[in-house]
């Protein structure tokens, strides 16, 4: 496949950027050091990668010339994906309110739906429809949600603000250890500083297996991405994200919260070695174990694999004409849950398939 002849300008404040950063290669009036600015320059501005994006994956290093070609940046991924995906249906997947309530219809299996909150305008809630105002939300938490459940914002990435809670006698207790009452529960959706409202819903827990491999408790979903094509749908990649740390969250947020990522078997479900971006220029660190238990990767099989291959697909055709998705599947005790869907997912760079998966999502947009 042809590379993208049109290259970006690199403005002033990504160039002082680029100096920050390179300083690691040697003092400025170091030859090592103006080399490893230029290569910076030329790439980012010839790929059109953020300057952190490319270091993050050692683009910078006197070692990394013919490593641009192996990656793709976010802006160029993000290009192709609304090739394939019509941005009028974004909402559908970036809400997840409408997300969740979507898929209920059209059967496909998600954490149970217990209310969506909407500051200022009616809500949802499976027993008394809409409720709207702070009575109505203080019966609902003390009348229709579980011993456990989670809320998070309708509108996030990366699991960002996601809070856990539990059901005491009177009260409700946060993971983080906070005690909340029914109205504190309304006060803290309804004056949230996010404007999109929030979600109330099942928390899962994971399969026995899973947290066995890693020690976590905290829920590990595989991320998946389809592309329906020639009628039907397909899967293109998945990598298993497994907690690393007292996270209850597998986000792994460009490497920083230390979590790794396990590319799987898309025959069979097992998985190859994990590996990380670790943010210090170095670009990818790879694992044959699990940093904390020891556990190793290559050979692990996932539960219920074929049920969440079938599961994604399934839901793909679903979407449609929205084309490809980023898929996060929980796998549970019970079998495959669908999290999320993605339009615009991260390009998977760091599990060495973004040739392969761009070469076949270009032939699919130029169908």
């Given at each position: 496949?042809a590379?993208?002849?049109?290259?970006?300008?690199?403005g002033r404040?990504?160039?002082?950027?680029?100096?920050?950063?390179?300083?690691?290669y040697?003092?400025?009036?170091?030859p090592?050091?103006?080399a490893a600015?230029?290569?910076?320059?030329?790439?980012?501005?010839?790929?059109?990668?953020?300057v952190?994006?490319?270091f993050?994956?050692?683009?910078f290093g006197?070692g990394?010339?013919?490593?641009?070609?192996?990656?793709?940046?976010?802006?160029?991924?993000?290009?192709?994906?609304?090739?394939?995906?019509?941005?009028?249906?974004r909402?559908?997947?970036?809400d997840?309110?409408?997300?969740?309530?979507y898929?209920?219809?059209?059967?496909v299996?998600?954490?149970?739906?217990?209310?969506?909150?909407r500051?200022g305008?009616?809500g949802?809630?499976r027993g008394?429809?809409?409720?709207?105002t702070?009575?109505?939300?203080?019966?609902?938490?003390e009348?229709?949600?579980?011993?456990?459940?989670?809320?998070?914002?309708?509108?996030?990435?990366h699991?960002?603000?996601?809070r856990?809670?539990?059901?005491?006698a009177?009260?409700?207790l946060e993971?983080?250890?906070q005690?909340?009452?029914?109205a504190?529960?309304f006060?803290?959706?309804?004056t949230?500083?996010?404007?999109?409202?929030?979600?109330i819903?099942?928390?899962?827990?994971?399969?026995?297996?899973?947290?066995?491999?890693?020690?976590?408790?905290?829920?590990?979903t595989?991320r998946?991405?389809?592309?329906?094509?020639?009628?039907?749908?397909?899967l293109?990649?998945?990598?298993?994200?497994p907690i690393?740390?007292g996270?209850?969250?597998?986000?792994?947020?460009?490497g920083?919260l230390?979590n790794v990522?396990?590319?799987?078997?898309?025959?069979?479900?097992?998985?190859?070695p994990?590996?990380r971006?670790?943010?210090?220029?170095?670009?990818?660190r790879?694992?044959?174990?699990h940093?904390?238990?020891?556990?190793p990767?290559?050979?692990?099989?996932l539960?219920?694999?074929?049920?969440?291959?079938?599961?994604?697909?399934r839901?793909?055709?679903?979407?449609?004409?929205?084309?490809?998705?980023?898929?996060?599947?929980?796998?549970?005790?019970?079998?495959?849950?669908?999290?999320?869907?993605?339009?615009?997912?991260?390009?998977?760079?760091?599990h060495?398939?973004v040739p392969?998966l761009?070469a076949?999502?270009?032939?699919?947009?130029g169908?």
């Amino acid at each position: 496949m042809a590379e993208d002849t049109q290259s970006r300008h690199v403005g002033r404040r990504e160039l002082v950027r680029i100096c920050g950063l390179c300083a690691r290669y040697g003092r400025w009036y170091a030859p090592a050091y103006w080399a490893a600015v230029r290569r910076a320059m030329r790439g980012c501005r010839e790929h059109e990668f953020a300057v952190e994006e490319a270091f993050r994956l050692g683009l910078f290093g006197p070692g990394a010339q013919v490593s641009w070609t192996r990656y793709v940046s976010k802006k160029r991924w993000m290009d192709l994906q609304w090739r394939l995906n019509p941005r009028s249906w974004r909402p559908l997947t970036a809400d997840k309110g409408l997300f969740y309530q979507y898929c209920q219809r059209a059967g496909v299996r998600i954490p149970q739906l217990y209310g969506v909150f909407r500051r200022g305008r009616p809500g949802w809630s499976r027993g008394d429809g809409e409720p709207r105002t702070e009575a109505d939300w203080v019966r609902f938490f003390e009348t229709e949600a579980e011993c456990q459940f989670v809320i998070k914002p309708t509108e996030s990435s990366h699991s960002r603000d996601v809070r856990f809670f539990e059901r005491l006698a009177t009260e409700f207790l946060e993971a983080a250890g906070q005690r909340y009452t029914a109205a504190g529960l309304f006060a803290l959706m309804d004056t949230a500083e996010l404007d999109s409202g929030f979600v109330i819903q099942q928390r899962l827990w994971n399969h026995p297996s899973l947290v066995e491999f890693s020690g976590s408790v905290g829920l590990q979903t595989v991320r998946m991405i389809t592309l329906v094509e020639n009628g039907g749908a397909c899967l293109l990649h998945a990598h298993w994200k497994p907690i690393v740390g007292g996270y209850l969250i597998d986000t792994y947020f460009e490497g920083m919260l230390g979590n790794v990522e396990a590319p799987v078997n898309l025959d069979d479900g097992t998985l190859h070695p994990g590996n990380r971006e670790m943010g210090d220029g170095e670009g990818i660190r790879y694992y044959d174990r699990h940093p904390e238990t020891g556990r190793p990767f290559a050979g692990f099989r996932l539960p219920w694999w074929q049920e969440a291959c079938e599961a994604v697909k399934r839901a793909a055709m679903e979407f449609l004409p929205v084309r490809t998705l980023g898929w996060d599947v929980a796998l549970t005790e019970d079998g495959p849950v669908i999290v999320e869907a993605n339009h615009l997912y991260d390009p998977p760079n760091q599990h060495g398939v973004v040739p392969r998966l761009r070469a076949r999502l270009e032939q699919a947009a130029g169908q």
